[in-house]
């Protein structure tokens, strides 16, 4: 019987800092000096609206008919936060028209860290994990009426990030969410109920019935915007250091890909592969439209007025306040989705404290950013709860004004000019007047639907969603669109009359032949409320529209083929028209039918190359090992074409290590790969795949590569890496004889081989005698250095004076100024007092670290050699350390200096949920502490502090702890001196992209 396994939360004693929060306050700028550092895109300019001690830390805000701004503010943030709540709901206003707001109303208070603001008339939506609240404010003094009514309750991430995001309104007349990762259990007020364990976009009437999914599977969006057009799209963040945050554009029932976790890494190489990180490049799960790389994804808003031109119109607004920079994301149509674009719009200089984090549009078209404001973003911390500052933005050299006057409206008149605002809570007054008068509404709603003006776009398609809100013969025009010239209105009278199930089923099915990709995703969406003969119709007719090159086609016959995929499958086999280019639709259709149809295509003589590269590709993407040795069979095969089977080892390389690693311990395998190792042309494809994924049974066929001197000696340098990777010291004595080798780069990679594989008898030698230059042997030394064994027999050397004099005194100068404190120490003796370093020790000062300058160069080294601040023993940068804790590729941007040296004093105040260690217990009695790396009903997986994975069966686990400790030791920096803390620290700021840490 399987027991019952215990998830709970207990409480270890934080880390002890003899340093106050308030000395970690410095650096900010006055608003004044924050606003003169910001720099916008040409034609738009910024001005200060608000700032402390008005406001502090703005998590959202929005933007009320009125043009007041509604600020939800977490003063008291996560590790912080007060019981009873303690934080504020404020209204400010600009009564003067000067541009810069000088009153502010405290709405509500007692509120609970609210990371949403969402103005409805005279509702407020704020949501605050586990609860959606309803505040009301019946007699507009901008104070709450009372206590906030809970309309919902069930979300996840309770005083997390991680949890209920915020609401925005549709032009369907609901309220959109973004929720992220922990999870939620939602029941509505009509007893409609949502679940998911991961991530989604959440929609329902703002009374809290009708609760829907939209898409699901995210990590962490902070806030969903929609067009007029009814079509949302998101930010999406990743693990850190990963560098790949997403934009999404939402693809309905769209499976998003997150699971909790990422999968192994493949090449960018592989169709989407730039999206692998929430599996974007695997069929069945939709990639995103564009991978911004490292981010801290924060507030969107689709913006829909023409105040700014096209630079602005009609286009996504982000605030990221990782990178400090709101940006603009064009879409364009790309076959049945959207391809993406994007520009920077709004950004600082040099104020590192810069963290935009949400973005409104007012009545005027004017643009509202708030700025959390702040030394880092993440994580669960922060160091700056004082200040807080929101900007304007308005186009260059032109005034703004308003074409409706604010509501509430008991006009329809008034109403239907009020729809064309581009301010949400202005649409919404506009809707909730032509509803409450629908019978006079209608023609002018008509009216509007009947114009051709191309700029009046977003205004005619919100006039369509109220005649479908209207009904009955008001939704005649919704209907009509369907004859529409224009794909785009096709497409949009069908997603609006989806809405209604099988009511408009056979209207729809007969919009098959239409021939417009954007069409064919709104229909196919549409099939899973028809009958079974409408929808087969639809699916077998629209599935052979699929080749190769649309993607978001595949995802969507994927969601449209819900509930009929085995019949859809079997139909298109009938029909002959499952082809090596339809391959995708095996895989998300029968993926268990994947790996034989691929196998059985590649082993067709008729098959062309291009389909070949094509299904070597989706073989990368099954899971079964079974995969892998189709992939071998290739590069085994002396026939094929020489390109596929580098191809084939590049994709081996990628999963021998990961998923498919069963197979990297059958020795039929292994000597598969090492017989293809003899083909020269094969070797440079090869050698990685021994490398990563350990196979020590083919060092000999290294050595041997190695030592060959008819070999591009770039391959040679490549083996001889790939041996020091290894580090099978056994390898070292073949490697002798390339000393003697005539090419000089061959002779200093053997050298740097035989110090990775400790040869240091032979190296003692080297590095004394003339066997090699004067330049040899102080390079040989130097790379002695780096190592603790190489640094120990250099001091044995010393000791009984057999080093030459230049050796000497390399080793001496440098070993005083060695990055690795422990280096050091092995050279104490041999250095000047006044050149021995104080350690930091116990009692690290702050001030002291902070007052020096930093030598980045000397605190990259730091981070790469094995140094008593061991960095890189959890750590990576690009493609050295390990992956114990986050990746820091741009770290620099994420935090700046005093929040950056806080984080490593007291790594435990912001654990990235992903780095959360748990103590695992077990029916044995044994005790387990680590990162839970995978998680199923049958087993957890650990990797521990010594980078050890341990595999531990469910039904022997009594208990799984989270723990609010770090696994980074709290006085990391203990043993390394003020200087190597600074040079680090410096070093770590450089940061900002891939590839800066090499």
């Known amino acids: 019987m399987k027991r019952q396994t215990r998830w709970v939360s207990i409480s270890v004693s934080a880390s002890l800092l003899a340093v106050a929060l308030a000395s970690w306050a410095?650096?900010?700028?006055?608003?004044?000096?924050?606003?003169?550092?910001?720099?916008?895109?040409?034609?738009?300019?910024?001005?200060?609206?608000?700032?402390?001690?008005?406001?502090?830390?703005?998590?959202?805000?929005?933007?009320?008919?009125?043009?007041?701004?509604?600020?939800?503010?977490?003063?008291?943030?996560?590790?912080?936060?007060?019981?009873?709540?303690?934080?504020?709901?404020?209204?400010?206003?600009?009564?003067?028209?000067?541009?810069?707001?000088?009153?502010?109303?405290?709405?509500?208070?007692?509120?609970?860290?609210?990371?949403?603001?969402?103005?409805?008339?005279?509702?407020?939506?704020?949501a605050t994990s586990p609860d959606l609240w309803v505040y009301e404010d019946k007699d507009g003094d901008l104070v709450a009426d009372g206590p906030?009514?809970?309309?919902?309750?069930?979300?996840?991430?309770?005083?997390?990030?991680?949890?209920?995001?915020?609401?925005?309104?549709?032009?369907?007349?609901?309220?959109?969410?973004?929720?992220?990762?922990?999870?939620?259990?939602?029941?509505?007020?009509?007893?409609?109920?949502?679940?998911?364990?991961?991530?989604?976009?959440?929609?329902?009437?703002?009374?809290?019935?009708?609760?829907?999914?939209?898409?699901r599977n995210f990590r962490n969006p902070y806030e969903v915007c929609v067009s007029s057009f009814g079509e949302g799209y998101l930010s999406d963040n990743d693990n850190d250091g990963n560098f790949s945050a997403r934009i999404c554009w939402i693809l309905d029932g769209g499976d998003y890909g997150w699971f909790g976790g990422p999968p192994p890494k493949?090449?960018?190489?592989?169709?989407?592969?730039?999206?692998?990180?929430?599996?974007?490049?695997?069929?069945?799960?939709?990639?995103?439209?564009?991978?911004?790389?490292?981010?801290?994804?924060?507030?969107?808003?689709?913006?829909?007025?023409?105040?700014?031109?096209?630079?602005?119109?009609?286009?996504?607004?982000?605030?990221?306040?990782?990178?400090?920079?709101?940006?603009?994301?064009?879409?364009?149509?790309?076959?049945?989705?959207?391809?993406?674009?994007?520009?920077?719009?709004?950004?600082?200089?040099?104020?590192?404290?810069?963290?935009?984090?949400?973005?409104?549009?007012a009545p005027d078209g004017s643009l509202y950013v708030s700025d959390w404001?702040?030394?880092g973003v993440g994580g669960h911390a922060y160091n700056n709860p004082d200040q807080g500052r929101i900007f304007r933005l308005t186009p260059a050299g032109k005034t703004l004004e308003r074409r409706e006057k604010p509501g509430p409206y008991d006009s329809v008149v008034d109403a239907l000019v009020a729809l064309a605002s581009p301010n949400l809570a202005t649409q919404y007054l506009a809707r909730v007047c032509l509803?409450?008068?629908?019978?006079?509404?209608?023609?002018?709603?008509?009216?509007?639907?009947?114009?051709?003006?191309?700029?009046?776009?977003?205004?005619?398609?919100?006039?369509?969603?109220?005649?479908?809100?209207?009904?009955?013969?008001?939704?005649?025009?919704v209907l009509a669109e369907l004859d529409s010239n224009e794909p785009r209105w096709r497409a949009l009278g069908v997603r609006i009359l989806r809405q209604h199930g099988d009511e408009y089923a056979a209207r729809i099915a007969a919009m098959v032949d239409d021939p417009s990709p954007e069409v064919w995703r709104e229909v196919l969406l549409a099939t899973p409320a028809m009958n079974d003969e409408l929808a087969h119709g639809v699916l077998l007719k629209l599935a052979q529209h699929y080749q190769s090159d649309d993607r978001y086609l595949l995802e969507t016959i994927n969601v449209g083929a819900e509930g009929r995929r085995e019949w859809l499958v079997e139909a298109l086999r009938g029909e002959g028209a499952l082809t090596p280019a339809r391959i995708g639709l095996v895989e998300v259709l029968a993926p268990e039918l994947a790996l034989q149809m691929a196998t059985d295509w590649l082993g067709d003589d008729s098959t062309a190359a291009t389909d070949r590269q094509r299904l070597v590709t989706v073989l990368a993407t099954i899971e079964s090992p079974e995969a892998g040795r189709v992939l071998l069979d290739i590069i085994g095969d002396e026939t094929a074409d020489l390109s596929l089977r580098q191809r084939a080892a590049e994709l081996l390389r990628?999963?021998?290590?990961?998923?498919?690693?069963?197979?990297?311990?059958?020795?039929?395998?292994?000597?598969?790969?090492?017989?293809?190792?003899?083909?020269?042309?094969?070797?440079?494809?090869?050698?990685?795949?021994?490398?990563?994924?350990?196979?020590?049974?083919?060092?000999?066929?290294?050595?041997?590569i190695a030592r060959n001197d008819a070999l591009d000696v770039g391959v040679r340098r490549q083996a001889l890496e790939v041996l020091a990777a290894l580090g099978i010291a056994e390898s070292a004595t073949a490697l002798h004889s390339n000393l003697d080798d005539?090419?000089?780069?061959?002779?200093?990679?053997?050298?740097?081989?035989?110090?990775?594989?400790?040869?240091?008898?032979?190296?003692?030698?080297?590095?004394?005698?003339?066997?090699?230059?004067?330049?040899?042997?102080?390079?040989?030394?130097?790379?002695?250095?780096?190592?603790?064994?190489?640094?120990?027999?250099?001091?044995?050397?010393?000791?009984?004076?057999?080093?030459?004099?230049?050796?000497?005194?390399?080793?001496?100068?440098?070993?005083?100024?060695?990055?690795?404190?422990?280096?050091?120490?092995?050279?104490?003796?041999?250095?000047?007092?006044?050149?021995?370093?104080?350690?930091l020790g116990d009692e690290v000062s702050v001030d002291t670290v902070l007052a020096l300058d930093g030598d980045a160069e000397r605190g990259r080294r730091i981070f790469n050699s094995g140094s008593a601040a061991r960095c890189r023993d959890c750590h990576r940068?690009?493609?050295?350390?390990?992956?114990?804790?986050?990746?820091?590729?741009?770290?620099?941007?994420?935090?700046?200096?005093?929040?950056?040296?806080?984080?490593?004093?007291?790594?435990?105040?912001?654990?990235?949920?992903?780095?959360?260690?748990?103590?695992?217990?077990?029916?044995?009695?044994?005790?387990?502490?680590?990162?839970?790396?995978?998680?199923?009903?049958?087993?957890?997986?650990?990797?521990?502090?010594?980078?050890?994975?341990?595999?531990?069966?469910?039904?022997?686990?009594?208990?799984?702890?989270?723990?609010?400790?770090?696994?980074?030791?709290?006085?990391?920096?203990?043993?390394?001196?003020?200087?190597?803390?600074?040079?680090?620290?410096?070093?770590?700021l450089t940061l900002r992209s891939s590839g800066d840490g090499k």
């Not at 006055?30 to 703005?58: R, Y």
């Not at 405290?106 to 509120?111: L, S």
Request: aromatic share 6%; charged share 25%; hydrophobic share 40%.
């Open 148 to 215: 906030p009514r809970k309309l919902l309750s069930g979300f996840g991430g309770e005083n997390h990030d991680h949890g209920a995001h915020s609401l925005v309104l549709g032009p369907d007349h609901k309220w959109w969410m973004s929720h992220g990762d922990r999870g939620f259990d939602v029941s509505g007020t009509d007893g409609s109920h949502v679940a998911f364990q991961w991530g989604a976009v959440l929609r329902g009437e703002l009374d809290g019935s009708d609760l829907e999914i939209v898409a």
């Open 877 to 988: 940068i690009g493609d050295r350390g390990e992956h114990l804790g986050p990746d820091l590729d741009a770290i620099g941007t994420k935090y700046e200096r005093a929040a950056l040296l806080e984080t490593i004093l007291d790594p435990s105040k912001a654990i990235a949920p992903e780095f959360t260690p748990y103590v695992v217990e077990t029916d044995s009695g044994h005790v387990y502490l680590g990162l839970v790396t995978s998680r199923s009903d049958q087993e957890v997986t650990l990797l521990d502090s010594e980078r050890k994975t341990r595999t531990i069966p469910t039904e022997e686990i009594t208990a799984i702890e989270p723990q609010t400790k770090s696994l980074m030791p709290d006085l990391v920096l203990r043993d390394v001196s003020a200087q190597d803390a600074a040079d680090l620290l410096a070093f770590l």
């Open 266 to 361: 493949v090449p960018d190489t592989i169709p989407f592969g730039e999206s692998w990180h929430f599996r974007g490049f695997i069929p069945g799960y939709v990639p995103a439209t564009l991978v911004t790389g490292f981010g801290s994804p924060c507030g969107m808003c689709f913006y829909e007025s023409e105040a700014f031109g096209p630079l602005l119109a009609n286009a996504p607004l982000h605030a990221d306040a990782g990178p400090r920079e709101v940006r603009v994301y064009r879409h364009e149509e790309a076959g049945a989705g959207k391809q993406a674009s994007s520009q920077v719009i709004l950004t600082s200089r040099d104020d590192m404290y810069f963290r935009p984090d949400d973005v409104c549009a």
């Open 373 to 375: 404001y702040d030394g």
């Open 26 to 126: 410095r650096g900010q700028d006055s608003p004044q000096s924050e606003l003169a550092d910001l720099k916008t895109a040409d034609g738009i300019d910024v001005a200060l609206f608000a700032s402390e001690p008005m406001i502090t830390n703005p998590s959202a805000i929005d933007v009320d008919t009125q043009g007041r701004v509604w600020v939800a503010e977490i003063q008291f943030y996560r590790s912080q936060a007060k019981h009873p709540p303690a934080d504020k709901i404020k209204v400010l206003e600009d009564t003067d028209g000067d541009g810069m707001a000088d009153k502010v109303t405290v709405f509500a208070e007692g509120v609970f860290c609210p990371m949403s603001i969402c103005v409805a008339g005279d509702q407020v939506y704020v």
């Open 435 to 477: 509803l409450d008068h629908a019978d006079e509404a209608v023609a002018g709603l008509q009216s509007i639907v009947d114009s051709s003006d191309a700029a009046n776009a977003n205004l005619r398609a919100r006039a369509l969603w109220v005649l479908d809100r209207i009904g009955g013969d008001a939704r005649s025009p």
């Open 654 to 704: 990628v999963h021998l290590s990961g998923m498919w690693g069963t197979l990297a311990s059958d020795d039929a395998v292994v000597s598969r790969i090492g017989a293809a190792l003899a083909n020269d042309a094969l070797c440079a494809a090869l050698l990685p795949v021994v490398a990563e994924a350990r196979l020590d049974a083919l060092a000999g066929h290294v050595v041997r």
């Open 742 to 839: 005539e090419d000089t780069t061959i002779r200093q990679a053997t050298l740097e081989a035989l110090v990775a594989l400790g040869d240091f008898g032979t190296l003692r030698r080297l590095v004394k005698e003339d066997e090699l230059t004067a330049e040899e042997r102080l390079a040989l030394a130097r790379s002695m250095l780096a190592t603790h064994g190489g640094a120990l027999a250099l001091r044995k050397e010393l000791e009984i004076g057999a080093l030459p004099e230049d050796v000497v005194e390399l080793v001496i100068t440098e070993a005083a100024a060695h990055p690795d404190a422990n280096i050091r120490e092995l050279f104490v003796a041999y250095l000047p007092a006044d050149k021995v370093p104080a350690r």
